[in-house]
Structures are given as C-alpha cells and as structure tokens.
T-cell receptor, first 117, second 113 residues
Framework: GAGVSQSPSNKVTEKGKDVELRCDPISGHTALYWYRQSLGQGLEFLIYFQGNSAPDKSGLPSDRFSAERTGGSVSTLTIQRTQQEDSAVYLC???????????????FGPGTRLTVT | GDSVTQMEGPVTLSEEAFLTINCTYTATGYPSLFWYVQYPGEGLQLLLKATKADDKGSNKGFEATYRKETTSFHLEKGSVQVSDSAVYFCALNVDSSASKIIFGSGTRLSIRP
C-alpha cells in the first residue's frame, strides 16, 4: 500500500521567490500534519488539518507561510518571499484513529528538502 | 506547556552494548508516548508507542515503559547492532487526539562494529 508521498523531494530556490510543497496522505486518513526539521534542531509543528479545515495553525512561523487542503486529501504548503532561514526539511504526516486504542498514529512522508540561496 | 526532554547526543556504543536513551515529559492530560526513529537517508518512522500508564511498547528489540510517576519513557535495548545507528526522537501526543505531536530534540546513536 502507498504511504505518504511528498513532492518535490528537493527544492532549491532563490531568496524572495515563492515555493509550493505538496503532500499526498495515505488514502482514507482524515488528519494531515506539516512539520519542519531544521539542521541541528528537532521537529517543529507547523499546522494540522482535520478534513479540509485547520483547527491548529499555531506553528506557522509567519504570515509568509500558508497551507491548504482540498477534497480531504492533498495538501499544499506555500512559502512566500522565501528567506534563508526557511531552509529545512518539511515533513508531512497523516493519521487515522486506531479502533482498539482510540489513539492516533502519524505516518510520515520522506520530506521535501528546501534550500534557499 | 507540553514538552519532551531527551538525552542529548551523540551517543556512541560498541556492538552488543546495552542502550538507554532517557526521555521525560511534561503534559497536561493523559498523553500517548512514542519513540520515532530516523535512519540515515530515510524518513521518520514509528518505533514503538504506549498509550497509558504502565504500558510497555516494544519493537525490534527496543522497549520503553510509560512511567506516570516519574513522567518518563526511557528507551532501552539489551544488545545494539550497527544497523541501529540512527537518530531517535521521543514524542508525545496529548490526550491521544488527532493533534500535533510534540517531539524531543533527538538523540543521534552510532554503533561501532
């Protein structure tokens, strides 16, 4: 079965340009998450979707960052006017509820490595 | 706020040594606890989990027990292998809900043959 997929796998962009990162969750997973992993740092939560709505956007670092999800499936993270500090690996995860435990397990994609020059 | 603190790395051990990576947490409510692993060049994957106090998660010879009294979830393995070299992240998810996972900063483990 297909896991979470992300594209592109690598993106190099010039400072000031806009970029779009795509995430395809596991089919049927209602929850989708974006995280950022910067060099030498841990994983930082960005935003969470339940269906097409985003109950928690608390991790978006600035108004240059936005995300949307359509059809309860694919999500796009957009970074406008990129800065060098945006360079990181952007990870997407999706989850569904375990029927036995009632807890959620998040499955991660391979990530998009963004480099801003 | 909710947080996870884990042992700083890097940790270097010889093959067949005993491994402990310490992890403690602060959380309101009743979190689920996780260990994730990131092998070189690969994505993040769940290693094991525990959803309530005194549960023991185990996988691939690794174990961790959810200790509510000490707010800890230490990762252990009796005999490590070179293939266990990776970065290990302790994490929590509050109230087992479909909400964000809060990660520790990660511990890089290197195993010498």
């Amino acid at each position: 079965g297909a896991g979470v997929s992300q594209s592109p796998s690598n993106k190099v962009t010039e400072k000031g340009k806009d970029v779009e990162l795509r995430c395809d969750p596991i089919s049927g997973h209602t929850a989708l998450y974006w995280y950022r992993q910067s060099l030498g740092q841990g994983l930082e939560f960005l935003i969470y979707f339940q269906g097409n709505s985003a109950p928690d956007k608390s991790g978006l670092p600035s108004d240059r960052f936005s995300a949307e999800r359509t059809g309860g499936s694919v999500s796009t993270l957009t970074i406008q006017r990129t800065q060098q500090e945006d360079s990181a690996v952007y990870l997407c995860a999706s989850s569904s509820r375990f029927t036995l435990t009632g807890s959620y397990e998040q499955y991660f994609g391979p990530g998009t490595r963004l480099t801003v020059t | 706020g909710d947080s996870v603190t884990q042992m700083e790395g890097p940790v270097t051990l010889s093959e067949e040594a005993f491994l402990t990576i310490n992890c403690t947490y602060t959380a309101t409510g009743y979190p689920s606890l996780f260990w994730y692993v990131q092998y070189p060049g690969e994505g993040l994957q769940l290693l094991l989990k525990a959803t309530k106090a005194d549960d023991k998660g185990s996988n691939k010879g690794f174990e961790a027990t959810y200790r509510k009294e000490t707010t800890s979830f230490h990762l252990e393995k009796g005999s490590v292998q070179v293939s266990d070299s990776a970065v290990y992240f302790c994490a929590l998810n509050v109230d087992s809900s479909a909400s964000k996972i809060i990660f520790g900063s990660g511990t890089r483990l290197s195993i010498r043959p």
